[in-house]
């Protein structure tokens, strides 16, 4: 039993899975110390992960050689590509996954890897040197089976454990999630050594038995993935046991892993739609007055994004029907999660608002929803690597910091466990950068802007979201990934191998000319679009809105066969990557000039312990917000509300030389 370690993780969630796998990949010896080790990244709300711009954070992790994007395809058992008729700048993959599958497959991984060790606790203490001379420093933790582990670096991933409270309506109980118990002391300890402590809320809803859901009343929601065939037949004698299975599937080509051996395996399944209706508003205003939302109970703030069931009919008075969407929780289980009737309401009100629901009327609970405040930290006390500043060598990631989501606490996770390695490594820190990744997009915005309620991802987020695409995460990051230790040889290999069959067809179709025959110039005429009448190239056909390579290539066999001749099996993907780079050339081009004027003022420094106090040019109010932020660079100066272009000239005239 060793007691030693480089970096120590706290809490197996998304944060600390993806922080204890990172550091250890890189070579540090790593310790994951967690609560419950059957539970390692449990799906603590909905079973889907992805969505519009967390799928973008997935890919993103999966790029830099991260777990999550592997986990999901693996588990996925419904996938959709979000927003596909919009832009390509906004498409986002959603995966509803398999929860069980889920937590082993993260276990399996974390077995697999040599340097990282677990063990099964629940961390009440720091150990700090140093908090009596002013330069606190984290060596260790102290369970609450009062066992010591000492390391150089601690990341801690609580979640919303840190004194969690769970609201039942009238019914309260401690714990960190249901059936977990919550996690004390660290946050009264981290409060004694200057970080700001605050509180915030949030809720899921109930869980069903989908064989009391009545499938001729609801609307059915498929994936992607077509299912051309589905036939189970089970053993009535021992019906886990499958007598004959026949699934015949076309899989859509999208998925979150850049690696072509991860592929969706598990059977896919539906979920399905249902609307409240002025009958269960009814009873749900009645008994609001027993919701902990609305009679004090809870005073700690919410996801905007994610209101529950009664602030919904609170807020949109005026709408009699609200949709939900019953998903399923795993390949072959019969339970339902009900994804938008999240509440704290009283068991038995949820349960009876949900039966007037036609389709629901016979309706079983497996468990009522509720409500949980935690305790978070303020993000602005965080350095851009995610290390605090108020103690040396200790990190955080996830809900701790103030976000909501597993994709978003994933991210930090990963970012907060290759910088703890770094750190002991005496490596250079990772930080990235807003026109890089989401990723960087999500941590400027924690430590420059700080949170008021609890943080998502949206693509509006992020100002160059052109640049942040889901489909070329691998371009913009696999080399950092292979850089860092993380992202393999091989990975970083099939990256240049599909950029540079990319960057041919590209340039192919940029040399190749189309003569205006009478049956291409029909063919155009029937798309809506102008006929040639002299020959143009392949590239200027491609940027009509009209037309794709799917189409031309229908219409103009030397593209088909230039396309068949891509000797790759990710021959769709790189046949959509080239589609969109040719289509938003000039918005891709425009944005990164923006964006690489702005990285002048990122690479502009301000020495730590700066005293903005004794610059007398700087509004009032840019000194006090510049001395409690403490930016790291001008770009980060530039992006803390109160700061106005003219301060940040008065920084470049002191520190841009
Ligand atoms: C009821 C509920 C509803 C939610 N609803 C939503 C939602 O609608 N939308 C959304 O985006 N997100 C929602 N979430 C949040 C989502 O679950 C989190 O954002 C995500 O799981 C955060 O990941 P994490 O790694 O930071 O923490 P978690 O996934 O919470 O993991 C924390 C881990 O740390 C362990 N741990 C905690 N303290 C200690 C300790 N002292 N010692 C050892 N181990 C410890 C825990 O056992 C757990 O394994 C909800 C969470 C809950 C509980």
């Known amino acids: 039993m060793r007691f030693d370690y480089d970096v120590i993780v706290v809490g197996a969630g998304h944060a600390g899975c993806e922080a204890a796998a990172a550091a250890a990949k890189i070579g540090a010896s790593v310790l994951l110390i967690t609560t419950d080790m059957n539970r390692v990244a449990q799906l603590s709300c909905n079973p889907a992960v992805g969505g519009i711009a967390k799928g973008q954070i997935v890919r993103e992790i999966d790029a830099l050689g991260g777990q999550t994007g592997i986990v999901a395809d693996l588990t996925a058992i419904q996938f959709r590509m979000l927003n596909r008729s919009k832009g390509p700048a906004v498409w986002s993959p959603r995966a509803q996954v398999d929860r069980t599958k889920y937590i082993d497959t993260w276990r399996q991984i974390l077995d697999s890897i040599p340097n990282l060790e677990m063990y099964q606790d629940t961390v009440s203490e720091l150990i700090i040197d140093g908090a009596d001379n002013g330069n606190p420093r984290v060596r260790g933790v102290r369970t609450v089976m009062n066992i010591e582990f000492f390391a150089k670096t601690v990341v801690l991933t609580n979640g919303t454990f840190l004194n969690g409270k769970m609201h039942f309506g009238e019914h309260k109980a401690e714990g960190g999630r249901i059936a977990e118990p919550a996690s004390y002391g660290l946050s009264e300890q981290l409060a004694g050594l200057g970080f700001r402590v605050g509180r915030m809320k949030t809720g899921t809803p109930a869980r069903i038995d989908g064989r009391t859901i009545d499938m001729a009343l609801v609307e059915t929601q498929s994936g992607d993935d077509r299912v051309i065939e589905k036939r189970v037949e089970k053993s009535a004698d021992a019906p886990c046991v499958c007598l004959k299975k026949d699934v015949v599937i076309e899989r859509d080509p999208h998925k979150f892993s850049y690696l072509p051996e991860v592929e969706r395996t598990l059977v896919p399944r539906d979920c399905y739609i249902v609307h409240t209706n002025p009958e269960a508003h009814s009873l749900l205003r009645e008994n609001l007055s027993r919701s902990p939302m609305y009679n004090g109970d809870i005073q700690s703030i919410g996801p905007r994004y994610c209101p529950s069931i009664e602030t919904k009919i609170v807020t949109f008075a005026d709408k009699d029907s609200h949709q939900l969407f019953l998903e399923p929780e795993g390949e072959t289980t019969e339970e339902f999660y009900i994804n938008g009737f999240s509440s704290s309401m009283p068991p038995e009100v949820q349960y009876e608002a949900l039966r007037m629901i036609p389709a629901l009327e016979n309706l079983h609970f497996y468990r009522p929803g509720y409500a949980i405040e935690y305790d978070f930290f303020d993000p602005t006390q965080l350095r851009a690597t995610l290390e605090t500043r108020p103690v040396d060598s200790l990190f955080f990631a996830g809900q701790i910091n103030g976000t909501t989501g597993y994709e978003e606490a994933a991210g930090q996770g990963l970012v907060a466990g290759v910088n703890a390695a770094h750190k002991v490594l005496g490596r250079e820190p990772l930080v990235l950068s807003r026109d890089e990744a989401y990723i960087g997009v999500l941590i400027d915005d924690l430590i420059t802007k700080g949170v008021d309620e609890p943080?998502?991802?949206?693509?509006?987020?992020?100002?160059?979201?052109?640049?942040?695409?889901?489909?070329?995460?691998?371009?913009?990051?696999?080399?950092?990934?292979?850089?860092?230790?993380?992202?393999?040889?091989?990975?970083?290999?099939?990256?240049?191998?599909?950029?540079?069959?990319?960057?041919?067809?590209?340039?192919?179709?940029?040399?190749?000319?189309?003569?205006?025959?009478?049956?291409?110039?029909?063919?155009?005429?029937?798309?809506?679009?102008?006929?040639?009448?002299?020959?143009?190239?392949?590239?200027?056909?491609?940027?009509?809105?009209?037309?794709?390579?799917?189409?031309?290539?229908?219409?103009?066999?030397?593209?088909?066969?230039?396309?068949?001749?891509?000797?790759?099996?990710?021959?769709?993907?790189?046949?959509?990557?080239?589609?969109?780079?040719?289509?938003?050339?000039?918005?891709?081009?425009?944005?990164?000039?923006?964006?690489?004027?702005?990285?002048?003022?990122?690479?502009?420094?301000?020495?730590?312990?700066?005293?903005?106090?004794?610059?007398?040019?700087?509004?009032?109010?840019?000194?006090?917000?510049?001395?409690?932020?403490?930016?790291?660079?001008?770009?980060?100066?530039?992006?803390?509300?109160?700061?106005?272009?003219?301060?940040?000239?008065?920084?470049?005239?002191?520190?841009?030389?």
């Open 455 to 657: 943080y998502r991802m949206f693509t509006s987020r992020a100002e160059y979201r052109i640049l942040l695409r889901q489909d070329d995460a691998d371009v913009r990051l696999t080399p950092i990934g292979y850089r860092l230790g993380l992202a393999s040889q091989r990975r970083y290999g099939l990256m240049v191998r599909k950029t540079q069959l990319r960057d041919e067809l590209i340039d192919w179709c940029s040399r190749r000319l189309v003569k205006g025959t009478p049956e291409i110039n029909g063919a155009l005429q029937k798309l809506g679009t102008a006929p040639l009448s002299a020959s143009v190239k392949v590239i200027d056909l491609l940027k009509r809105p009209q037309i794709n390579f799917r189409i031309l290539a229908g219409i103009f066999p030397p593209l088909r066969k230039r396309i068949d001749a891509i000797d790759d099996a990710r021959k769709e993907e790189i046949v959509e990557s080239a589609e969109i780079l040719i289509k938003y050339e000039g918005y891709i081009r425009r944005e990164r000039e923006v964006a690489d004027k702005m990285r002048r003022l990122e690479n502009v420094h301000i020495p730590d312990g700066f005293d903005f106090n004794s610059i007398n040019s700087l509004s009032t109010e840019a000194r006090q917000k510049l001395s409690a932020h403490r930016p790291e660079t001008i770009g980060q100066a530039s992006r803390i509300s109160g700061v106005s272009p003219a301060d940040v000239s008065v920084l470049l005239l002191l520190l841009g030389r």
